[in-house]
Nanobody, 115 residues
């Protein structure tokens, strides 16, 4: 049974950092493309970062390039999103996604950047 569980969200001041985790079960992350998306209130869900297998090729949306880093840990079967220099416009619910025969999503974790 495929399952994705996100954690690590919270309230942070502008310029601060957070690390999100996506713990996967039911499949091995090193064999699939793992993606972080985010959805702000009243907006569409947008791609943030993608990694092709643990330690593989990465891609980032322009608004987060140079500030966010996606990585994976095969042993823990977990994907991370390190977010630095956070801005108020990064406020959103962040979702982990995997395509394993079908599309699977986590429950989301709220990130709020505010002073």
């Amino acid at each position: 049974q495929v399952q994705l569980v996100e954690s690590g969200g919270g309230l942070v001041l502008p310029g601060g950092s957070l690390r999100l985790s996506c713990a996967a079960s039911g499949f091995a992350i090193k064999y699939v493309v793992m993606t972080w998306y985010r959805q702000a209130p009243g907006k569409e869900r947008d791609l943030v970062a993608r990694i092709q297998g643990s330690g593989g090729i990465t891609n980032y949306a322009d608004p987060v390039k140079g500030r966010f880093t996606i990585s994976g840990d095969n042993a823990k079967n977990t994907v991370y999103l390190q977010m630095n220099n956070l801005k108020p416009e990064d406020t959103a619910v962040y979702y982990c996604h995997a395509r394993v025969g079908g599309d699977y999503w986590g429950q989301g974790t709220q990130v709020t950047v505010s002073s």
